[in-house]
């Protein structure tokens, strides 16, 4: 299974994305539960199933116009913040980390916000 959380803050609210592997396939991840207020939202992602992420990658939020954020599952040694544990994207105010994770023989990424 993989699991995507986000939040926003004065930004537009998602409600599906996309997880592209290196090979141009494209998972298509429709939101599960969000809540939001005029100002704020939050949503979860998840898609059961295997999906091939291996190598990089790029999530794209399918927004007017979609952005796009590109990333490799790599190991981090260590972090005091959030953009030293992964790549860090930050648009209208929202950052984004998508943090890579080996989970036995399978790839976790989660995407953090800073609260």
């Known amino acids: 299974m993989t699991y995507i959380t986000m939040a926003g803050e004065q930004a537009p609210r998602v409600d599906r994305l996309e997880l592209v592997n290196e090979r ?9 539960m969000g809540a939001w207020t005029p100002n704020d ?4 992602f998840w898609h059961k199933g295997k999906l091939d992420l291996s190598g990089a990658i ?3 939020l399918p927004l007017q116009p979609a952005r796009e954020v590109e990333a490799r599952l790599e190991q981090a040694d260590s972090g ?10 930050t648009f209208n105010g929202l ?4 943090i890579a994770d080996r989970v036995g023989d399978r790839a976790r990424i989660s995407l953090i916000s800073p609260p």
């Open 80 to 89: 005091a913040s959030y953009a030293e544990l992964g790549k860090t994207a």
């Open 24 to 32: 141009g396939e494209v998972f298509d991840i429709p939101s599960n």
């Open 95 to 98: 950052s984004v980390t998508a």
């Open 58 to 60: 790029k999530l794209r």
């Open 41 to 44: 939202w939050t949503a979860s």
